[in-house]
């Protein structure tokens, strides 16, 4: 599904990234994890067109999005959501995830200002489906506030919904367990299940262990910018290597 | 000869104009560099120089130096008052809000000016007198003399300032890093004010010795203030150098502009270049290239 | 019962009766006059809203393209005779043409350095307006200008002017209201709040930006049109850097975002110069002043004012009405 070729990031003088490859399989949960400064955000905004990588290119399904920008990805299949959650805070609950379905839908200025027929039954469409969304997040009785008042967790939990909105076939999502708590966590890995089992693959970067063990099918370790090892979770847990470098200074 | 003596006062009168402009647009850089704010009200003060300076000799009929000496001090109090007032309680509001602020600050004072000496223009009388000198067949006023002496000491003073000073040197601290500017016990408040006083009394002064070649009004601010922008946007931002080469070059472009092409359009030349500059390449022609961040 | 939508349409029902029974109540007062201008200043801010209030661009050159379209209405119909509705459209098109083409550069700057590129842009056309003397007239004006007319219906007077400009503003309104709710306006709202996920979420920004501050060239000039067939005059004077920060004090002070608000903000500082004389001095300090008060205390802008106020009340009553009940 995701193909990384050779990801080489350099800024000015410090090399990010190094020469990273690995695939993503169609339908997985796949976690990258590695210690703080390791690069996984980075990759993170490289696979997502927000960086371009200094070497390397990036394959979604085959196709090459090495160098397109961001917003031709969510048509293409591709979102993500951000560590710092990046919700449209002034806009209500329901809106933010309209504009989810916003590679779903076409209406122009013309005929958004006029109020052509097909708009009015597009406009219908991106509301019922947006509240479908919310229903399946759980946010269904609080489409009308603000974005902004929302609770931390709930809040991730809109920014996940936005963006399943797309209809995604594959969703990224960086570090979505900071700051909940462990209830909330665990209604996370419930949510990634019942994402990847309506088809979605999904990559989470992650820090919490528990987490990442429970859910994800294959797990990459990153480490100072390089891959340090790919495989599923019991070999990662053995793997003295990622041992030595990450999990047992935790 | 005479193309020659032609072109040699375009030369002069546009690096005369290009010191003011290198000097207001050092204002600029200096709050940018401080705290990453533009500040919109820049060209306020370097009007306020020259109006002030007016004031006190015509109306209090102080002799020059005290009047300047006192409108410069006055400007730079103006600048203090601004950050207080406008630009700290609003440090961490919406980038949006606080441009509309600045410009409605910029727009206060001059709304100020204009109640308090009308539209009319104000002229100030030249520093040492209007006898020419007379150098390879141009005219050298003295107060052209006055103009490039005062910037290269002000230049001057800034490089001992920021170089060897220590307050000019935890003002440079500031602008790499804030915070670790803070947690070495600099009083970054402090500096942010420093800095707002440094910039209007440099554009006040820059106001007072223009003053006696343009005339003043209330609403020289507005032009002056934009081309200096232009020359530190040229300079790329810098407290030195390149804000100097970056005021120097458009003035000259703008003299020779006006002198060979067209005078009435001399303003639209100084505007048409920033845009040039800001659509091609906003880091400045004498600027370094900023790289990607984190 | 009363949905969001149909509230909508309820209120920009009774929003066009009031505006278009207004002159019988009017009829033969000065203040038919002013409230013709109330109507171009309107149409203006809606359209630099739709730029600063919702893709949340500033904009300190909007000024130009209100005179793009009254100078090249005035000269076109002036030495061509060509019928002023086509060059209406001529005006609208070229208007729109240099927004779009200066948009790209000009949108991918921000904050500051927008505001002083645009800044900049209308001082360029400004003394483009005044130094053009053989096609603009220059600074003394151009006069001459020919009244619009529908075959021998003639807007010459302030009755036929009002309904003129209303019918265009109501319009004007009306389709902004319609983008400020539908997908677009979702989308330039969720570029104003956070760029990134907008960009995430497939929305093209820097296309978007394009296309909003076209719409409001064309607005804008399409205000200009009619500005100089009804005074059949105009001079560069009133196309200048303080015209906009007129427009852009009218749309803060109205509200960023609020359609409705840029008729308050437009009415307030239309009518304000009528009702204080010695308003013409304080006019640049009190500007300042709004900007400064309304973005550091009242952010929404009056609409959020009276929304917060109407609010309040209804609070108030239902809990009048619940204590009604229990006794």
């Known amino acids: 599904?995701?193909?990384?070729?050779?990801?080489?990031?350099?800024?000015?003088?410090?090399?990010?990234?190094?020469?990273?490859?690995?695939?993503?399989?169609?339908?997985?949960?796949?976690?990258?994890?590695?210690?703080?400064?390791?690069?996984?955000?980075?990759?993170?905004?490289?696979?997502?067109?927000?960086?371009?990588?200094?070497?390397?290119?990036?394959?979604?399904?085959?196709?090459?999005?090495?160098?397109?920008?961001?917003?031709?990805?969510?048509?293409?299949?591709?979102?993500?959501?951000?560590?710092?959650?990046?919700?449209?805070?002034?806009?209500?609950?329901?809106?933010?995830?309209?504009?989810?379905?916003?590679?779903?839908?076409?209406?122009?200025?013309?005929?958004?200002?006029?109020?052509?027929?097909?708009?009015?039954?597009?406009?219908?469409?991106?509301?019922?489906?947006?509240?479908?969304?919310?229903?399946?997040?759980?946010?269904?009785?609080?489409?009308?506030?603000?974005?902004?008042?929302?609770?931390?967790?709930?809040?991730?939990?809109?920014?996940?919904?936005?963006?399943?909105?797309?209809?995604?076939k594959i969703i990224l999502m960086d570090e979505p367990a900071a700051g909940l708590n462990s209830r909330e966590t665990a209604e996370l890995a419930l949510l990634i299940r019942r994402i990847q089992a309506s088809g979605v693959t999904v990559v989470l970067v992650e820090h919490d262990m528990d987490l990442v063990m429970d859910v994800c099918h294959a797990i990459v370790v990153l480490n100072l910018g390089k891959k340090l090892a790919e495989g599923t979770p019991r070999q990662i847990q053995e793997n003295p290597a990622v041992i030595s470098a990450y999990l047992g200074s935790d | 000869m005479d193309k020659f003596s032609q072109l040699f006062q375009y030369i002069l009168s546009g690096l005369s104009n290009g010191a003011i402009y290198a000097l207001i647009g050092f204002g600029f850089a200096v709050i940018y560099n401080a705290t990453g704010i533009i500040n919109f009200a820049q060209g306020e003060f370097v009007m306020l120089g020259g109006m002030l300076t007016i004031f006190f000799l015509n109306v209090l009929k102080l002799p020059l130096v005290p009047a300047i000496i006192l409108s410069v001090i006055i400007s730079t109090i103006a600048g203090v008052l601004f950050e207080r007032l406008a630009i700290r309680p609003l440090k961490d509001a919406n980038p949006l809000s606080l441009i509309i602020i600045t410009i409605g600050a910029s727009i206060f004072i001059r709304g100020a000016a204009m109640l308090i000496w009308g539209k009319d223009t104000h002229a100030l009388p030249a520093f040492s007198g209007d006898n020419p000198l007379y150098i390879a067949g141009a005219t050298i006023l003295p107060q052209h003399l006055w103009i490039f002496g005062v910037t290269i000491l002000i230049i001057i003073a800034s490089r001992i300032f920021f170089n060897y000073s220590v307050a000019g040197k935890a003002m440079r601290a500031c602008s790499y890093n804030p915070r670790a500017a803070g947690l070495v016990g600099i009083n970054v408040k402090n500096m942010v004010m420093l800095s707002f006083a440094l910039s209007s009394a440099i554009g006040s002064l820059a106001g007072i010795i223009i003053a006696p070649l343009t005339m003043v009004s209330y609403d020289v601010g507005v032009m002056l203030g934009l081309k200096g922008f232009c020359a530190v946007i040229i300079g790329g931002m810098s407290s030195g150098m390149g804000t100097v080469m970056g005021g120097l070059l458009l003035g000259l472009l703008e003299s020779l502009g006006a002198g060979f092409i067209s005078a009435s359009y001399k303003d639209a030349i100084a505007f048409i270049i920033l845009l040039l500059i800001l659509f091609i390449r906003p880091e400045g022609l004498f600027g370094k290239k900023e790289t990607e961040r984190f | 019962m009363l949905t969001e939508k149909r509230r909508q349409i309820l209120i920009f029902f009774v929003f066009a009766v009031i505006a278009l029974g207004a002159p019988f109540f009017l009829k033969g007062n000065y203040l038919l006059n002013v409230f013709v201008f109330v109507g171009i200043n309107t149409m203006l801010a809606v359209g630099l809203n739709l730029l600063l209030g919702y893709a949340g661009q500033i904009s300190l050159g909007h000024a130009a393209f209100f005179g793009m379209g009254a100078y090249i209405s005035g000269i076109v119909t002036t030495r061509f005779g060509v019928d002023p509705f086509l060059v209406m459209i001529l005006s609208a098109f070229c208007a729109g043409t240099l927004a779009f083409a200066i948009g790209f550069p000009i949108l991918k700057l921000k904050g500051h350095y927008l505001a002083?590129?645009?800044?900049?842009?209308?001082?360029?056309?400004?003394?483009?307006?005044?130094?053009?003397?053989?096609?603009?007239?220059?600074?003394?004006?151009?006069?001459?200008?020919?009244?619009?007319?529908?075959?021998?219906?003639?807007?010459?007077?302030?009755?036929?002017?009002?309904?003129?400009?209303?019918?265009?503003?109501?319009?004007?309104?009306?389709?902004?209201?319609?983008?400020?709710?539908?997908?677009?306006?979702?989308?330039?709202?969720?570029?104003?709040?956070?760029?990134?996920?907008?960009?995430?979420?497939?929305?093209?920004?820097?296309?978007?930006?394009?296309?909003?501050?076209?719409?409001?060239?064309?607005?804008?000039?399409?205000?200009?049109?009619?500005?100089?067939?009804?005074?059949?005059?105009?001079?560069?004077?009133?196309?200048?850097?303080?015209f906009s920060v007129e427009l852009l004090t009218m749309v803060v002070i109205g509200g960023l975002g609020s359609i409705y608000g840029s008729?308050?903000?437009?009415?307030?500082?239309?009518?304000?110069?009528?009702?204080?004389?010695?308003?013409?001095?304080?006019?640049?300090?009190?500007?300042?002043?709004?900007?400064?008060?309304?973005?550091?205390?009242?952010?929404?802008?009056?609409?959020?004012?009276?929304?917060?106020?109407?609010?309040?009340?209804?609070?108030?009553?239902?809990?009048?009405?619940?204590?009604?009940?229990?006794?």
């Open chain 1, 1 to 168: 599904m995701l193909r990384l070729n050779g990801i080489t990031k350099v800024f000015g003088g410090l090399t990010a990234l190094e020469d990273v490859s690995f695939a993503v399989a169609e339908g997985s949960i796949t976690g990258v994890i590695g210690p703080n400064g390791a690069g996984k955000t980075t990759l993170f905004n490289i696979v997502t067109g927000l960086y371009t990588q200094t070497t390397g290119e990036v394959y979604l399904g085959g196709k090459n999005i090495s160098f397109l920008n961001t917003e031709e990805l969510a048509g293409l299949g591709l979102v993500r959501t951000f560590q710092n959650v990046e919700l449209f805070r002034k806009m209500t609950v329901l809106e933010n995830v309209m504009v989810g379905l916003h590679t779903k839908s076409r209406s122009g200025i013309f005929s958004c200002a006029f109020k052509l027929p097909g708009q009015i039954k597009e406009e219908k469409f991106i509301r019922e489906k947006s509240l479908e969304w919310l229903k399946f997040a759980g946010l269904a009785d609080m489409a009308d506030i603000t974005a902004g008042n929302l609770p931390f967790g709930k809040g991730r939990l809109l920014e996940i919904s936005r963006a399943l909105a797309a209809g995604p």
């Open chain 3, 116 to 242: 002083m590129a645009t800044l900049g842009f209308g001082i360029i056309m400004y003394i483009i307006f005044n130094e053009t003397v053989d096609w603009t007239g220059g600074p003394s004006g151009l006069s001459g200008i020919p009244n619009l007319r529908i075959g021998s219906l003639v807007f010459d007077n302030d009755l036929n002017n009002y309904y003129l400009v209303w019918v265009f503003t109501l319009v004007v309104m009306l389709l902004s209201i319609n983008l400020s709710r539908s997908r677009i306006g979702r989308a330039l709202r969720a570029i104003n709040d956070s760029e990134v996920a907008a960009r995430v979420m497939g929305v093209n920004a820097r296309i978007l930006k394009v296309h909003i501050i076209t719409v409001s060239a064309v607005i804008s000039a399409v205000a200009g049109s009619l500005y100089a067939h009804i005074m059949t005059f105009i001079a560069p004077a009133s196309f200048g850097f303080n």
């Open chain 3, 263 to 327: 008729f308050l903000g437009a009415a307030i500082l239309t009518m304000l110069p009528e009702f204080l004389r010695m308003f013409q001095n304080f006019d640049i300090i009190i500007y300042g002043l709004m900007l400064i008060l309304m973005t550091m205390f009242m952010p929404g802008g009056l609409v959020s004012g009276i929304e917060a106020i109407a609010g309040f009340v209804a609070a108030k009553m239902k809990g009048t009405k619940d204590s009604d009940a229990q006794a």
